[in-house]
C-alpha cells in the first residue's frame, strides 16, 4: 500500500488514500466490447481479459508492468516520474507507444497528475489513475460521508454488461446531481436502475 500523507485543517498529518496500491490504468481505461478496434482498414483484436470484453488494457495492462521511475525537486515542488514503452501488439493495440506519467506534490499539499503519450501510428489511450482516496484521514470514516461537487449536466448511460450506451442522460431529477454539492451516500445508495445495473 503507498501512503500520501497531507496535513488536515488543524495541521495533523494523516493518510488519505485506501487499502491499495497507486495505479495507471491503459492503455484504455474501462471496458471494450466486443474487443477489437479499426484503425485505417485493419481490425486490431484487443485481449479479452472479462468474458468478452476488454477492460483496462487486458492482462498486459499498464498496471502489471514495471515502469521506470526518475524524480526531480524545485523549491516549490516535488515530482515522480514513470515512464514505460508499451510495445506494439501487447494485448493487440497498434504501434509502440511511449507513455509517462508525472505526480507531482506542491507545497500546497496538492497532487497533480499528468500524463504524456506518443506513438508513431494511429492508436487508442485513454489512461486513468485508479487510486482510491478517502479524504476523512486514516480511514476514519467511509466516503459515503464525504460531501461532492461535480458541474456536470448530464452522465453516460450503462447497459446491463457495464458498457457505456452512448446516450448521455440529464442529472436533473436524478440521484446523480452533485452539481451543488451533496453526500456521496444521497447518490450511491439510491434505487436509481443505474445503481442497480452496477450492484452499489
Do not use: C
Request: charge should be negative.
Amino acid at each position: 500500500m503507498y501512503d500520501y500523507d497531507v496535513p488536515d485543517k488543524e495541521g495533523n498529518i494523516e493518510n488519505i488514500v485506501l487499502g491499495f496500491d497507486w495505479a495507471v490504468i491503459g492503455r484504455v481505461a474501462g471496458r471494450v466490447n466486443p474487443p477489437s478496434i479499426d484503425m485505417e482498414g485493419f481490425t486490431y483484436l484487443l485481449a479479452d481479459n472479462e468474458g468478452r470484453t476488454h477492460l483496462h488494457g487486458g492482462p498486459e495492462g499498464f498496471h502489471n508492468v514495471i515502469w521506470k521511475s526518475s524524480t526531480s525537486e524545485n523549491v516549490d515542488e516535488a515530482s515522480v516520474t514513470f515512464t514505460y514503452m508499451n510495445p506494439e501488439g501487447e494485448a493487440g493495440y497498434p504501434g509502440n507507444l511511449e507513455v509517462s506519467v508525472i505526480y507531482t506534490f506542491t507545497d500546497n499539499n496538492d497532487l497533480i497528475i499528468t500524463y504524456h503519450g506518443i506513438s508513431e501510428k494511429n492508436t487508442l489511450l485513454n489512461l486513468t489513475n485508479h487510486t482510491y482516496f478517502n479524504l476523512s484521514g486514516n480511514l476514519k470514516e467511509d466516503i459515503l460521508q464525504h460531501e461532492l461537487t461535480m458541474k456536470s449536466d448530464k452522465f453516460l448511460e450503462l447497459d446491463q454488461s457495464l458498457l457505456p450506451t452512448g446516450n448521455l442522460i440529464d442529472v436533473e431529477h436524478t440521484p446523480f446531481d452533485f452539481r451543488a454539492g451533496k453526500r456521496i451516500i444521497e447518490g450511491v445508495k439510491s434505487k436509481h436502475h443505474q445503481n442497480e445495473i452496477v450492484g452499489s
